[in-house]
C-alpha cells in the first residue's frame, strides 16, 4: 500500500507525519508492504528507530507555500498510480484533485480530510478556492474519507452529504523525563504551535508579556516561512529574559519533557479537529490551557482549563493555573487518563488498518 501527502518517512514535520512514522511500521508489522511517498530534503534517513521495511520513495514537486502539497501529491499519484498498490492513503483534501487517477487504476483510496483548511486564516482566496475544490472532488471520488474528530465528521455529513470513519490521533505515555535546562518542574508557561493566525500566537505573545514578568515562558514553533510572527517571537525574547524561543524542536524527548514539565501548556489552535499536538500535551500529562472550541472540547473533556481568544483573558487563565499546585496536578492526571483510554497509537493504527481492508473488500464486492 501507499501514503501519498506528507513529507515522507521519517519526517518531524507535523501531525500528519507524526502520524506516518506510526502508521508505517503497523502496517508493515501485520504484513503489509509499505511505500511512503515524499519530499527531498524532509526525511531523517539516520533517525534512530526508522523501519527498514518501509520504502520511501521521493518525488520531484515544486517547494513553496501555496504549491508544495499539489505537486508533490501529484508526482506521488502519478507513480502510485503506475505501480497499483492494492490501497492507498491520502492526506489532505488539497490531493483529492489526484483521486481520479488512483481512481482510474482501480486503486482503493482512504482520505484523511485533515481540518476545515479553507477556513485557516493563513490561507489566501486563491488557495482557499482550491481546498474547497479539492474536498469536492475528495467527497466524489474517495474510496473511504477518514475525519479525525466527530464535529469534523458532522460538517463533512452537513456539507459534502460523505459519511466516514473517524480516527483521531495518538498519543505516546512517557517515562519521567529529565527537565530541559534552566527551567524547574511546573514552574513555567509553555506554547507549542506553527506561527499561524488560527492558532492564536498573536493573542499569546501579548498576553506572554504580562506571565513573563512572573513566570517563564517557552515558546516552541515557527511560520516555516518566516514572517511577522517569527519576528514577534524574536522581540518577545529580547524583551525578557523570562522568554525562551526554541523555535521548531524535531527531538520528541526533549519536546515530551517540555510538556511534562510544564506549569501551563496554551493550546490555542481554533480551526481543525483532534489535534496531534494536544493529544501528545494530554499523554505527556502537561496541565493545559485551551482556546475555546468545540473541538479542543471534545479532545479534552474535564482534562483543561477554556479561555477566549484574549490576551487579557488568557493571560488570567494561565496565571491562575500557574498559582494552583492542586489544579495543575489534577488536570495533569485527567489528561493522562483521558488520553490513555482514547487516544492511544496502538488503537488508532488498527482503525487505519481497518478501513484499508474494508476499502479493498469493497471494491472486490466480499465483506470482511
Known amino acids: 500500500m501507499a501514503i501519498i501527502g506528507t513529507r515522507g518517512y521519517p519526517s518531524f514535520y507535523g ?46 514537486g515544486l517547494e513553496s507555500k501555496a504549491l508544495s502539497t499539489l505537486s508533490f501529491g501529484l508526482t506521488a499519484s502519478l507513480d502510485a498510480a503506475k505501480n497499483r498498490p492494492d490501497a492507498a492513503l491520502v492526506m489532505n483534501v488539497a490531493n483529492g484533485y489526484w483521486l481520479p487517477l488512483l481512481r482510474a487504476r482501480g486503486i482503493p483510496t482512504v482520505v484523511n480530510v485533515d481540518g476545515i483548511e479553507w477556513e485557516r486564516a493563513k490561507w489566501g482566496r486563491a488557495a482557499r478556492a482550491v481546498f474547497r475544490g479539492g474536498a469536492v472532488i475528495t467527497a466524489k471520488s474517495a474510496s473511504t474519507l477518514v475525519y479525525d474528530s466527530d464535529e469534523i465528521a458532522k460538517r463533512w455529513v452537513d456539507r459534502y452529504h460523505r459519511t466516514g470513519d473517524v480516527i483521531a490521533y495518538g498519543g505516546e505515555p512517557v517515562e519521567e523525563l529529565p527537565l530541559e535546562p534552566g527551567l524547574r518542574h511546573r514552574e513555567y508557561v509553555l506554547m507549542v504551535a506553527r506561527f499561524v493566525p488560527e492558532n492564536s500566537v498573536g493573542e499569546f505573545f501579548e498576553a506572554a508579556r504580562v506571565v513573563a514578568e512572573k513566570y517563564d515562558v517557552v515558546l516552541v514553533g515557527s511560520a516555516g516561512y518566516g514572517g511577522a510572527l517569527d519576528a514577534e517571537a524574536q522581540k518577545l525574547a529580547d524583551y525578557s529574559p523570562r522568554v525562551h524561543w526554541l523555535g521548531h524542536v524535531a527531538d520528541d524527548a526533549r519536546l515530551f519533557s517540555l510538556w511534562q514539565h510544564a506549569g501551563a501548556y496554551f493550546h490555542g489552535h481554533s480551526v481543525g479537529g483532534t489535534n496531534p499536538a494536544l493529544v501528545q500535551a494530554m499523554a505527556c500529562g502537561a496541565p493545559t490551557v485551551a482556546r475555546e472550541t468545540v473541538y479542543n472540547r471534545e479532545v479534552l473533556g474535564e482534562a483543561g482549563v477554556f479561555t477566549a481568544v484574549d490576551p487579557g483573558q488568557i493571560a488570567n487563565a494561565v496565571m491562575r493555573l500557574m498559582a494552583d499546585p492542586v489544579l495543575q496536578q489534577s488536570l495533569s492526571l485527567l489528561a493522562k487518563r483521558r488520553a490513555a483510554e482514547y487516544y492511544t497509537w496502538q488503537s488508532i493504527c488498527g482503525k487505519y488498518e481497518r478501513s484499508l481492508l474494508a476499502a479493498i473488500a469493497r471494491k472486490e464486492g466480499r465483506s470482511l
Do not use: Q
Open 15 to 60: 501531525g500528519f507525519e507524526t502520524a506516518v512514522r506510526k502508521i508505517a511500521p503497523f502496517l508493515a508489522d501485520s504484513g503489509w508492504d509499505v511505500t511512503v511517498y515524499g519530499r527531498p530534503g524532509t526525511t531523517r534517513t539516520d533517525s534512530p528507530g526508522i523501519d527498514p521495511r518501509v520504502v520511501s520513495t521521493i518525488t520531484r
